[in-house]
Nanobody, 111 residues
Framework: QVQLVESGGGLVQPGGSLRLSCEASRIIFSLSPMGWYRQAPGKQREFVAVITSGGGTNYARPVEGRFTISRDNAKNTVYLQMSNLKPEDTAVYYC?????WGQGTQVTVSS
């Protein structure tokens, strides 16, 4: 019954930006580390970014310097701001906390 709902995906040109959102319910959001993973066609799901309950962040090497994860505890929402997008960023992006996963949102980077 934990619910994680992603939004904000879409089609963007290389070099463009998108902001993904994940709204959580039925968890103690302020105490929960929140993360983003992604899965491209034919590839394994890979870690993208994580933010701790205290606001500390870590990023995967391919996105470091381009993506920013943040959270708004008042809205039970975690964000992924993606800048300077590359075709290699094309994937379904998933929000995760603990053992719980959202349904994913598609990000396509193409000219």
């Amino acid at each position: 019954q934990v619910q994680l709902v992603e939004s904000g995906g879409g089609l963007v040109q290389p070099g463009g930006s998108l902001r993904l959102s994940c709204e959580a319910s039925r968890i103690i959001f302020s105490l929960s580390p929140m993360g983003w993973y992604r899965q491209a066609p034919g590839k394994q799901r890979e870690f993208v970014a994580v933010i701790t309950s205290g606001g500390g962040t870590n990023y995967a090497r391919p996105v470091e310097g381009r993506f920013t994860i943040s959270r708004d505890n008042a809205k039970n929402t975690v964000y992924l701001q993606m800048s300077n997008l590359k075709p290699e960023d094309t994937a379904v992006y998933y929000c995760v906390t603990g053992t719980y996963w959202g349904q994913g949102t598609q990000v396509t980077v193409s000219s």
